[in-house]
């Protein structure tokens, strides 16, 4: 159980144009999921926190307009990169906070997708 | 001073051998303490989970929480080559995670 999938796993885009990059959690509901963008051999920085049914919570220095995160259902969420330079060029890993009662487990675990590498050329 | 601090490595280490992994931490508001195995260019995989201070035995994964000196630890018994990843540690505050950078670990055959 806990698995959470991402789509695409890798896209390579032009600069100026947008990406969308779906994380869905596959057999459990999360009010709750998280955006985290990781760079070569450093860990996983936090972008934004995403609640099904409200906006989202973003991080200092995160811009919220250039990084657009929906989140219309119990188990989808996605982030569209607008505009996308080379500088966003990076791996992109969601997770999602299982229900609270619905699974069992704990509200503070989280569990990860397999990631997204974005390649702005 | 970063909230959690984890040496990077890397960290390689004959097979069947036992392995260390250590965190440090400055905020004591933390209270739930998890271990994390990441694959290259691979999401993270949840190893191990601990509320508060204590141990916790998962096969031959052990995490230790020290919340008095702000340290945990997670051993790797008899190591494989197949445990050869970056290992994670993350913390909690408000449901928040705040990782560390990770140590990388080579688990030679």
């Known amino acids: 159980g806990a698995v959470v999938s991402q789509h695409p796993s890798r896209v390579i885009c032009k600069s100026g144009t947008s990406v969308k990059i779906e994380c869905r959690s596959l057999?459990?509901?999360?009010?709750?999921m998280f955006w985290y963008r990781q760079f070569p051999k450093q860990s996983l920085m936090l972008m934004a926190t995403?609640?099904?049914?409200?906006?989202?919570?973003?991080e200092q220095g995160v811009e919220k307009d250039k990084f657009l995160i929906n989140h219309a259902s119990l188990t989808l969420s996605t982030l569209t990169v607008t505009s996308a330079h080379p500088e966003d060029s990076s791996f992109y890993i969601c997770?999602?906070?299982?229900?609270?009662?619905?699974?069992?487990?704990?509200?503070?675990?989280?569990?990860f997708g397999p990631g997204t590498r974005l390649t702005v050329t | 001073q970063k909230e959690v601090e984890q040496d990077p490595g890397p960290l390689s280490v004959p097979e069947g051998a036992i392995v260390s992994l250590n965190c440090t931490y400055s905020?004591?508001?933390?209270?739930?303490f998890m271990w994390y195995r990441q694959y290259s260019r691979k999401g993270p995989e949840l190893l191990m989970y601990?509320?508060?201070?204590g141990n916790k035995e998962d096969g031959r994964f052990t995490a230790q929480v020290d919340k008095s000196s702000k340290y945990i630890s997670l051993f790797i018994r008899d190591s494989q080559p197949s445990d050869s990843a970056t290992y994670l540690c993350?913390?909690?505050?408000?449901?928040?995670?705040?990782f560390g950078q990770g140590t990388e670990l080579s688990v030679k055959p």
């Open positions: 997770s999602a906070e299982p229900l609270s009662g619905t699974s069992g487990r704990s509200s503070y675990e989280q569990y």
């Open positions: 057999d459990f509901q999360a009010t709750t």
């Open positions: 995403s609640n099904e049914g409200s906006k989202a919570t973003y």
């Open positions: 905020n004591s508001a933390f209270q739930y």
């Open positions: 601990t509320y508060s201070s």
């Open positions: 993350a913390m909690s505050e408000g449901g928040k995670l705040i």
